[in-house]
């Protein structure tokens, strides 16, 4: 009887329960990004609060970079530009002036290869120069990939690792002495939902987003006791030109394909906006994302095997058209 009394006594913190998850699992649905995220865009800090903050953006030539350098010119931070393009880094630069919160002097142009690691010091040391501080790294330079796992030679796992990760991971070793040297700082690295689950067709791509996570995730707990912040930004697919200069799996080899604007994608201006707001509230990780695939990194994230079992269901080819915006 008394067993009964006790069961009874939790019917309604198991209904509150269920009404509690069913109001969680439709904030996702309706959401573009996790909640943490959505939360922190709409109530907290602003990236007008990164304004005079010196920001240096790799891979802000085109895409995410590009609108990630956009937003922050808005909010009147200074700017680091870097990626392989001088012209179109100019081009860029001048766009961030026209916004009219930034001058020319609080824009910087530096042409880097993320590869020519033996070129990181330098460049550190040039912005050093101009503007006397770094208070972010946003390392968004990057490449996707298209082939199938048995199609891909060894040699473009490693031609990918090289730019997905040990890029970033050498610029972000030689920025660190100076952040720790004035306890401050913050270091944010462009991952993707692949990261966090097993996108087909794609594997050196998915490897080497997994292996910044385990990078910067690591830096994050190192970092804590200097001050330094770590934010791991994971995108799902958004429109933006990677599929033009994706690697496919043969060394070399380019998908060359521009995305239409037809597909069912997030657009780069909205993906830019929610990763300032993570870069101004100094969030550790970020999903970026529409349904389903947010939904997806949900139960992936906190239910394994059921998310791995839904992907299985979905198969490659309905994985495939998610992530191709039903193209």
């Not at 609060?49 to 953006?57: D, Q, R, T």
């Amino acid at each position: 009887m008394s067993y009964l009394c006790v069961l009874c006594s939790l019917l309604p913190l198991v209904g509150y329960a269920v009404v509690a998850l069913f109001v969680v699992i439709v904030a996702i649905l309706l959401s573009d990004a996790d909640l943490r995220l959505m939360y922190a865009a709409k109530f907290g800090k602003q990236p007008e609060s990164l304004a005079g903050k010196v920001v240096w953006i790799t891979g802000a030539s085109s895409g995410i970079g590009e609108h990630i350098a956009y937003c922050l010119a808005k909010a009147g931070a200074r700017l680091v530009l870097s990626a392989r393009r001088k012209d179109e880094l100019e081009r860029v630069k001048a766009a961030c002036v026209s916004l009219g919160q930034v001058t020319e002097s609080d824009v910087l142009v530096l042409p880097l290869d993320v590869v020519k690691y033996e070129t990181h010091k330098e460049a550190v040391q040039k912005v050093l120069d101009h503007f006397q501080q770094i208070d972010v790294l946003m390392n968004n330079a990057g490449r996707s990939q298209r082939a199938a796992w048995l199609d891909v030679e060894l040699d473009v796992d490693r031609d990918m690792f090289e730019t997905n990760v040990l890029g970033q991971v050498s610029l972000t070793r030689e920025v660190l002495p100076h952040m720790i040297s004035r306890k401050a700082g913050l270091i944010a690295v462009m991952s993707s939902i692949a990261g966090k689950v097993g996108v087909p067709m794609s594997r050196s791509y998915t490897g080497t987003k997994h292996a910044l996570n385990g990078y910067f995730g690591c830096l994050a707990t190192e970092m804590s006791e200097h001050n330094i912040d770590v934010t791991i930004i994971c995108p799902g697919p958004v429109f933006s030109n990677v599929t033009v200069h994706a690697a496919t799996g043969k060394i070399g080899e380019t998908v060359g394909r521009a995305m239409d604007k037809s597909e069912k994608k997030m657009s780069t201006e909205r993906c830019a906006q929610l990763t300032c707001a993570a870069l101004a509230n100094r969030l550790y990780e970020v999903w970026i994302s529409q349904n389903p695939v947010l939904f997806l990194a949900y139960v992936g994230q906190y239910m394994p095997d059921l998310g791995k079992w839904l992907i299985l269901k979905f198969g490659v080819k309905q994985i495939m058209k998610m992530r191709e915006g039903g193209k």
